[in-house]
């Protein structure tokens, strides 16, 4: 499992990761301070997908820092989530 940098929220916060596999990639989003449907929302706008097409929402409470895999999962506060 290979880390990205990890980021360090100011305050605790909810924070949302999107999931999109598409072939040959998939797409991660992270959100923070936001809704679950104002994250897809924007998710939605930023990256075009198909009407029928599925990804994974996973959210977190009170995140203080984060770091996202390559697997598609979340390093929250120091541990795996």
Do not use: C, H, W
């Not at 360090?8 to 679950?36: C, G, H």
């Not at 390093?75 to 989530?81: A, H, M, Q």
């Amino acid at each position: 499992m290979q880390n990205q940098i990890a980021a360090y929220l100011p305050t605790p916060s909810p924070v949302i990761l999107i999931v999109y596999p598409k072939e040959p990639y998939q797409y991660l989003a992270v959100f923070v301070n936001q809704t679950r449907q104002q994250a897809e929302e924007l998710f939605r706008q930023k990256y075009p997908i198909d009407p029928q097409a599925t990804y994974e929402v996973k959210e977190y409470q009170d995140v203080e820092s984060y770091s996202v895999t390559e697997e598609g999962n979340l390093l929250v506060n120091g541990s795996y989530k």
